[in-house]
């Protein structure tokens, strides 16, 4: 689940970029061209930093065109791309800075972040192992192996990395959001719940901590407090594609299907590259009799990811 990793937010990253401009490979292009490609790419750090997507991502498009060697402009890419989803993007950005250096750690974490996003979840391994081989003083990038062994079921090794990312960083939220997404998973629901307050009370704002939490509730039959957390994501951001997904879900285990296809779809237009979503929705049509709509569906689904076999319930 891509949105409860700490995506795109290495400073550790951009300091070094902007520290190491002046000597990134700079064949191919004129003296005044790398000059002019230096500039863009700090403007898109500055962007990056100041979360100013569309801003970033073409400083650093400019950039590359300059400089298609500039590494650090690949990387800012990659990282920019990250935050807006294109998870196959940024993994071309980063495999085009890996190109011109196979061990540039901020470019295989960068990919590790993308292949989770796009539930690669081995290939995301690899990538984080290399990282944390090179630089083992991540925490960012041990917490996003936890969610990695998290998704294939590596239940003890999500528990060793995660615990300690959380000894290491206590007042981190994400890490409190992934170590009680394993909880969940391995139905500690209790322990999960307790970890998700905690990330709420270090980031209240957040309308994920809210969804998951509500998620985690469901899963051990508190509806009531799952709903009225989906509610509060939605309260705080009514664009949160994770509160219309599982809303949407919990509707459908109730059997209303027209309320569940209407979050569903809201969940299928805020974020569209969503396999699961597809799949449940699915579901729902096939329970309304919309046949074309539930194959469209399905197909559209496996598209995605061929890892959804079968027909939806």
């Given at each position: 689940m891509r949105t409860i990793k700490d995506v795109g937010k290495s400073?550790?990253?951009?300091?070094?970029?902007?520290?190491?401009?002046?000597?990134?490979?700079?064949?191919?292009?004129?003296?005044?061209?790398?000059r002019r490609a230096e500039e863009f790419c700090k403007v898109g750090l500055e962007r990056l930093t100041e979360n100013d997507v569309a801003a970033a991502m073409e400083s650093f498009q400019k950039a590359i065109e300059l400089?298609?060697?500039?590494?650090?402009?690949?990387?800012?890419?990659?990282?920019?791309?990250l935050r807006a989803r294109d998870f196959n993007g940024a993994r071309e950005s980063f495999d085009k800075a890996l190109e011109v250096d196979p061990r540039l750690v901020d470019a295989r974490r960068g990919r590790?972040?993308?292949?989770?996003?796009?539930?690669?979840y081995e290939k995301a391994l690899e990538d984080l192992d290399f990282a944390l081989e090179i630089d083992p003083d991540q925490t960012n990038v041990r917490a996003n192996r936890g969610y990695a062994y998290?998704?294939?079921g590596r239940y003890d090794e999500a528990t060793e990395d995660l615990d300690r990312c959380v000894a290491e960083a206590p007042t981190q939220p994400n890490y409190y959001v992934n170590r009680g997404i394993l909880r969940q998973k391995r139905e500690r629901f209790a322990e999960g719940i307790e970890d998700l307050d905690k990330a709420i009370s270090l980031d209240p704002a957040n309308p994920m901590n809210y969804a998951i939490r509500g998620k985690i509730f469901?899963?051990?039959?508190?509806?009531d407090a799952a709903v009225a957390d989906y509610n509060k994501a939605l309260e705080i951001d009514p664009l949160c594609f994770a509160a219309f997904k599982?809303?949407?879900?919990?509707?459908?285990?109730?059997?209303?299907?027209?309320?569940?296809?209407?979050?569903?779809?809201?969940?299928?237009e805020?974020?569209?590259?969503?396999?699961?979503?597809?799949?449940e929705r699915a579901g729902v049509f096939k329970q309304l009799n919309k046949d074309d709509e539930y194959r469209a569906d399905l197909k559209k689904a496996n598209e995605l990811d061929p890892n959804f076999p079968g027909e939806p319930k």
């Open positions: 400073l550790r990253w951009g300091l070094g970029a902007l520290a190491i401009l002046g000597f990134a490979v700079l064949s191919g292009c004129s003296s005044a061209d790398s400089n298609p060697n500039l590494t650090p402009a690949r990387i800012g890419l990659g990282e920019t791309q590790g972040e993308a292949f989770l996003g796009l539930r690669q998290v998704a294939l469901e899963d051990a039959g508190k509806w599982y809303r949407g879900i919990h509707l459908k285990g109730l059997g209303q299907w027209e309320d569940a296809l209407s979050d569903l779809t809201r969940a299928a805020i974020n569209p590259n969503d396999a699961s979503l597809y799949f």
